[in-house]
């Protein structure tokens, strides 16, 4: 009777110990299988930013540029010059949100809106979702009040001509649609932005705002001798940032961009 019970206990405790044993590889089965998951998508990440993109060149200082391999907005090049090319932009949506500070390339408000905006994209919004991210970072003049205003590319930052205040805004994915997560920030605002036709010039280095400047009248002065397309009325500037900070100047991709309409309309 002792010796069955013994049996008995010394079965269990090999079973006991057989399924711990058995738990312990199944863990560590699933922990090597989503590490190695982990791994593959660092890997694409990283591919992303260590093997970039490049646009078509002009010049050689287009052509060291390069950016990040991340979804951008849909374009054609209609018509192209030594000094610009004439794109056509498809609709796309954003995420807005109005920057504190009084310049556009201010680095206090440029780093807190970024940041609203990069929230909201990686799960900051009523379902939590985590929204890839886009290319490139859009600062932006905004149309005074009582004007229409339209959004364009990922990262946007607008000025009001009558007043010291800038937006930001990221290109949202496209695989969403119009069906983009409610931001759960009341700053963050989601906006459609319709076809349009913009000129745009590339340029290499640090953005200021003496050098968007200097390249928006260099742009608007080109513009005034093209024959087929002129600069709508009331449009401001538009500076798009294709690199993360750590880019070196020479490699950065910028484009300074105006909305254009043909002469003939």
């Known amino acids: 009777m002792n010796r069955a019970i013994r049996r008995q206990r010394q079965s269990q405790a090999v079973s006991a110990t057989e399924s711990r044993v058995s738990l312990v590889f199944a ?4 922990a090597s299988s989503v590490s190695q998951r982990l ?12 093997f970039p993109k490049r646009f078509n060149s002009s010049n050689l200082e287009e052509a060291l540029m390069s950016f990040p391999d991340l979804e951008t907005m849909e374009f054609r090049v209609v018509s192209r010059t030594d000094k610009y090319e004439i794109r056509q932009v498809e ?16 680095f206090y408000g440029a780093s807190k809106s970024f940041n609203v905006l990069a929230e909201y994209l990686f799960g900051k919004n009523t379902i939590k979702e985590k929204m890839e991210m886009t290319t490139p970072v859009v600062t932006r003049k905004a149309q005074s009040v009582g004007e229409r205003m339209e959004m364009t590319t990922p ?24 069906n983009l997560p409610l931001p759960k920030d009341s ?17 290499s280095g640090y953005v200021t705002d ?31 940032q294709y690199n993360p900070p750590y880019t070196l100047p020479f490699m950065r991709r910028n484009e300074v961009s105006l909305e254009v309409e043909s002469k003939e309309d």
């Open 91 to 106: 609709p796309y949506f954003v995420a807005e949100t109005t920057m504190p500070g009084e310049t556009g390339f201010d």
């Open 210 to 240: 003496e050098e968007i400047e200097r390249r928006e009248q260099e742009l608007r002065r080109a513009l005034q001798n093209d024959k087929k397309f002129r600069v709508r009325d009331g449009v401001s500037v538009e500076v798009a």
């Open 27 to 30: 863990l560590a089965s699933q």
């Open 187 to 203: 700053s963050v605002k989601i906006l459609e932005v319709p076809r349009k036709i913009v000129a745009v010039v590339a340029f």
């Open 39 to 50: 791994l593959a998508d660092l890997a694409v990440e990283t591919a992303k930013y260590v």
């Open 155 to 178: 990262v946007i930052t607008t000025k009001a001509k009558d007043q010291t205040q800038w937006r930001m805004s990221f290109v949202m994915p496209s695989k969403y649609g119009s």
